[in-house]
């Protein structure tokens, strides 16, 4: 199985540690297009921090962000789990896992990442802003900049597995679940139950609840092939869980229910 995560907004960036190295990240065929990336984005921020902010969407008292994201290249990196730090990554604790937790889920986690394209949870890299709706330098819009890119690299990466799809709207965009993988791809959705049975789309435990549903698939030491092996697999750890269809997905749904 693969959890194909959307990275969080908030990161934390590490006091100590060596600089970021290409060579050392999972997917290293996305190496050149992730050269492009960082070449654009240090160029914007180092050379014109002001228009920086403006294509960045940040505010003035944000530029600590514009002078971060000019130091990349230089800047200390760390453990991606150790980067991001938003409310769903909150919600997964990687570092609450135990070693042999954290292997699994170092094997069936992946983030999409504006700057990198992919990346899995002990990629060393560093703290950056670079929301996934930007359109950069020469390079353009970003989403459509990895789209060019993800295909080979994701389809090797999930093989046959089962794909479990996290991401918000804004990075479905990067990489858009081609018809060839819809037959074994459940795209997560969360609702809110009613006190008449009704389901309403939930946003506010959306990425919490997401969060503690990756702890469980990332952590479990075997997991069902199938998507009605999974289904069955959630109910027995008290998830109230079913297959929904999505004509607009072009593949179904894993509905998640919370009270």
Known sequence: MIVLLPPSEGKTAPTTGSPLDL???????????????LESLIRLCDRTPRKARTVLALSSSQQAAVTENAALATNAAAPAWQIYTGVLFGALDFAGLTPAQRRRATKRLLVTSSLFGVVRFDDVIPAYRLSGDTTLPRLGRIDQFWRQHLGVALADEISDELL??????????????????????????????????SRNAVSHHNKATKGELARLLAAAPSLPKGRSGLIDFLRDHDWDAQLGVDAKLGHDRLDVSID
């Not at 858009?176 to 009613?194: C, E, H, M, N, Y």
């Open 23 to 37: 060579s050392s990240l999972s997917n290293p065929a996305l190496n050149p297009a992730r050269e492009q990336v």
């Open 164 to 197: 479990i799809d996290m991401r918000s709207g804004t990075y479905v965009r990067f990489w858009p679940v081609p018809a060839s993988f819809a037959s074994r791809t459940l795209t997560v959705k969360i609702w809110q139950l009613g006190p008449n049975g």
